[in-house]
């Protein structure tokens, strides 16, 4: 089976009738490995294989074929990764859209080459460079390579409805297909029931981000008393943050861009082999992973990212200040405008055309009412995270701090922090500082 080939379309991927298997790591990924690269079969024993410990998902190994006289280089230009599926990790996922997502994104230059998929997880080239740490996203000439192709995302990645039976094989090229169903509704004999979903979020395209939080919550689990109380309570607060801020945004189609939705640390790759000299305005950044990647609210997706500088150790003193932030969006902002003058016209160009500097301004207000929304969106996530993941990490208490975020919000934007005499959150006090 050859591998696929830069550009490839979503159906000229190769499907590998084949599974990882976790308690036999190494034989199941060679077996997946060989299926695209069988001249690697020639000495299994140069083949290694490399886990990469910073996903909170899946099981993410880099396979290299390490032949005497290569240097470290070389041997990462044929270097492959493979990424397992989390187990149950489909109650949080779309993985049909998230395969077409990248499919496309590839075909863009946006994500690396898929070189094949298999029954639970992808193949594609490997991307060399350093993860970003927290204190590299305040260096300004990261902050500015992450928001100039942060701008580029939003810019050439249209959203647009798909005909309601397209498959993955007749995605129109350069667009992400949204299924009017795509999992976040039911059907019950062939009549379509939205449940909870707020209407004003079913005017948009679908799936978006208020449909993906919808089901999350529908998976909340509910087997005490206290579980089923604090899901009606997150149902409330989903229909109420939808409600409120479902039509903020002007930027992009109907107020929504394709948005990554994930742009923590070890999503952003800083690329080694093109960094300017010192003086240079930007580094050149690759973005990874597009599991969650759904169409969004420009304002959320940059929220989400800021919040993430103070990393998975949620360190607010990292939160960029207000003056830090306007810059970034600047930069976005600009980044943005210039890609869509290299596509096609659209509402978005044309706001940021007709607002110049002024769509800084106005972007940087709607980033600053969305500033609660992660917080709600993974605490969600991270509730269900803590039912079914097998991954070592704490996501009871990484829920609880991540709620207490958009509570904390809700208590600054109501004035209750005032009226009950308590002291501002460490978060907003760090948000609201203009330096």
């Not at 969004?296 to 990393?311: I, K, M, Q, T, V």
């Not at 007709?354 to 106005?362: A, H, I, S, T």
């Amino acid at each position: 089976m050859s591998p696929a080939t830069l550009g490839s379309k979503p159906d000229e991927i190769p499907i590998i009738p084949l599974s990882y298997v976790p308690e036999d790591s190494r034989a199941s990924a060679l077996r997946l490995v060989l299926s695209i690269n069988p001249e690697w079969g020639e000495d299994e024993d140069q083949v290694e294989f490399l886990r990469f410990k910073d996903g909170t998902t899946n099981t993410l190994l880099k396979a290299v074929r390490k032949r005497p006289g290569l240097t470290e280089e070389e041997i990462d230009e044929n270097a492959v990764l493979l990424r397992a599926y989390g187990k149950g990790t489909q109650i949080l996922i779309d993985r049909e859209r998230e395969f077409t997502s990248h499919a496309l994104l590839s075909q863009q230059d946006l994500a690396p080459p898929l070189l094949a998929r298999f029954q639970n997880g992808l193949l594609y080239r490997f991307i060399r460079g350093q993860v970003c740490t927290p204190a590299d996203l305040a260096r300004e000439r990261v902050w500015r390579g992450i928001a100039q192709r942060l701008g580029q995302w939003h810019a050439v990645m249209p959203v647009a409805n798909s005909d309601a039976h397209a498959t993955v094989q007749q995605a129109p090229t350069g667009y992400v297909p949204l299924e009017p169903h795509c999992g976040d509704v039911t059907q019950t004999n062939g009549a379509t029931n939205h449940g909870d979903i707020p209407p004003a979020a079913l005017k948009k395209p679908v799936p978006n981000v208020w449909t993906v939080m919808q089901k999350w919550v529908r998976a909340l689990p509910e087997s005490s008393p206290e579980e089923l109380q604090r899901k009606i309570t997150l149902q409330k607060e989903v229909n109420r943050i939808t409600e409120e801020l479902v039509d903020v945004c002007e930027l992009g189609n109907d107020g929504l861009v394709f948005a990554h939705c994930d742009l923590l640390t070890a999503n952003v790759i800083l690329q080694p082999h093109v960094r300017g000299p010192p003086g240079g305005s930007a580094e050149t950044v690759d973005f990874i992973d597009y599991e969650y990647a759904t169409p969004a609210p420009a304002a959320f997706d940059l929220a989400d990212h800021f919040a993430e500088w103070g990393g998975l150790e949620c360190d607010y003193r990292l939160m960029p200040s207000q003056m830090q932030r306007r810059r970034f969006i600047g930069q976005y902002v600009q980044a943005y405008h210039g890609f869509r003058q290299m596509h096609h016209d659209c509402r978005g160009e044309d706001y940021v055309a007709q607002q110049g500097y002024d769509g800084v301004d106005r972007l940087s207000e709607e980033v600053d009412r969305f500033r609660g929304m992660p917080g709600l969106f993974w605490g969600i996530w991270a509730l269900i995270q803590a039912t079914i993941s097998q991954i070592n990490f704490d996501y009871a208490s990484y829920a609880e701090t991540r709620l207490q975020e958009y509570w904390d919000w809700r208590a600054e934007t109501e004035g209750s922090w005032a009226k009950e005499g308590r002291e501002q959150s460490l978060r907003e006090k760090q948000w609201a500082r203009e330096e």
